[in-house]
């Protein structure tokens, strides 16, 4: 028997309903019933949980857990939490506020003599703020740290996705930030006597952490930092780097390029770039002349790579409306162009429906607000190759762009937009043309 037929003959009983009766009330056969209660018979769709939560009345909670269950016996235990995990992970992204007044500070200049000679964290907050202001306030931060590769399968990489957010946070903090990984089994550190694998170096810190970042020690010690730092250089030849950092846009249009594959792109607003138009754009990009054949000539390089290949495009039809209300295109900063005026956003919408209709980019929106669709954040990633990241500020005037390529966290991502595509919360291909028309 499954965990959701269990589940379900508790809540059946809790409620003091018959089969009989309750099969009645969903209008299917008592026998059927029975069988999926037995775990003799797979739970047939959404609907049916949907349906047979209303006719028991149950609660909010117990209908979300009696529709986790469904999910875990539809996916799999390991596919649903990690899906679950990275869904996490970019609402997370997605809702944090970079300017936010309440926030840490990563800019605060730091005394380096009032740093004791030893610092010990028990605390995972307290850890973690230290870290993030000291490395802040150093020009460089070598990051070496180990990533799970024990299950040998596709579908576990939960440890990798539990640290990934930290590591991608001070990332997008701050450009100098190197990130080194070695693959290890996880259950050989928590079972070793090697309690602090990974080590952070700066110019005049040592960051030795255990491999969850719950504990670690800060040393000050000029000696112990050299020491480390001439092992850190030894071994880092065997690691591979986590991360690539762009400068601007520009060598963002290069990490598509050079991908050659598949794209899925998640942004608060539709894609414009693909739409933009040699004449809009030589009448509001607020280049030199030089400078704008130079961009335009890699643009045309992202575009070219971009119509070779699968494009699928989610957004939220508020940044559509907000586009199409304001001009203002999120994937480039406020200050090196001036906004499009109505003739011209309705022009790149008619391509951006063109090339819907040919099959060149496939625009999609996402419904209501199920996903966590931001101005403050927009995802590619590419087929098994490349997860890709943008970043921006409140004013859209400083952008980070990250470039990962390690395999297991691209392929969980890839798997759960994958997957995040063909369910309910996508409008389809037709639906979207149809809401891009009436915008015309």
Not at 18 to 34: F, N, P, S
Not at 407 to 412: D, K, N
Request: net charge negative.
């Amino acid at each position: 028997m499954s965990q959701f037929s269990e589940l379900l003959r508790e809540y059946i009983k809790k409620k003091d309903i018959t089969i009989k009766a309750l099969a009645e009330k969903c209008g299917i056969d008592r026998t059927y019933l029975h069988k999926i209660l037995k775990g003799e018979r797979k739970v047939p769709s959404v609907d049916f949980v949907e349906n047979i939560s209303l006719q028991l009345m149950l609660s909010t909670e117990d209908k979300s857990r009696l529709m986790e269950l469904y999910n875990i016996s539809e996916m799999g235990e390991d596919v649903y939490n990690r899906r679950k995990q990275v869904s996490k992970i970019i609402h997370d992204m997605a809702n944090t506020n970079m300017e936010d007044p309440d926030a840490l500070t990563f800019k605060t200049e730091v005394d380096i003599d009032s740093v004791p000679e030893i610092s010990i964290y028990t605390d995972k907050r307290e850890l973690r703020k230290n870290l993030q202001v000291l490395i802040c306030s150093e020009s460089t931060i070598n990051h070496l740290f180990f990533f799970d590769n024990t299950s040998g399968e596709k579908n576990t990489a939960k440890y990798n996705l539990d640290i990934f957010p930290f590591i991608c946070h001070l990332a997008q903090k701050h450009e100098k930030y190197e990130a080194f990984y070695y693959y290890e089994g996880a259950s050989a550190y928590f079972n070793s006597t090697n309690i602090m694998p990974n080590i952070m170096i700066t110019n005049n810190f040592l960051i030795r952490t255990d491999s969850d970042y719950c504990e670690g020690v800060i040393y000050r010690s000029k000696p112990m930092v050299e020491f480390y730092m001439r092992q850190f250089e030894k071994f880092k030849t065997k690691c591979a780097k986590l991360l690539d950092h762009a400068v601007d846009i520009l060598e963002y249009v290069y990490f598509w390029y050079d991908d050659n594959a598949n794209f899925i792109g998640v942004d608060f607003q539709p894609c414009t770039m693909l739409c933009l138009t040699e004449d809009i754009y030589n009448a509001h990009a607020l280049l030199p002349t030089d400078a704008k054949k130079f961009v335009k000539a890699k643009l045309t390089m992202g575009k070219k790579a971009l119509s070779e290949h699968k494009f699928v495009n989610l957004f939220s039809e508020k940044g559509l409306a907000e586009f199409m209300t304001t001009g203002e295109i999120f994937e480039l900063p406020r200050n090196s162009y001036t906004f499009p005026t109505l003739a011209e956003r309705k022009i790149m919408l008619q391509i951006m429906i063109s090339l819907c209709e040919n099959g060149m980019a496939d625009y999609r929106i996402i419904k209501n607000d199920y996903f966590a669709v931001s101005k403050n954040l927009c995802i590619n990633i590419s087929d098994n190759t490349s997860l890709n990241i943008i970043a921006r500020n409140n004013c859209f005037s400083d952008f980070s762009y990250l470039k990962i390529s390690e395999t297991s966290l691209v392929q969980a991502f890839w798997d759960y937009f994958q997957h995040f595509i063909d369910s309910d919360a996508v409008c389809s291909h037709e639906e979207t043309i149809e809401i891009l028309r009436s915008y015309l």
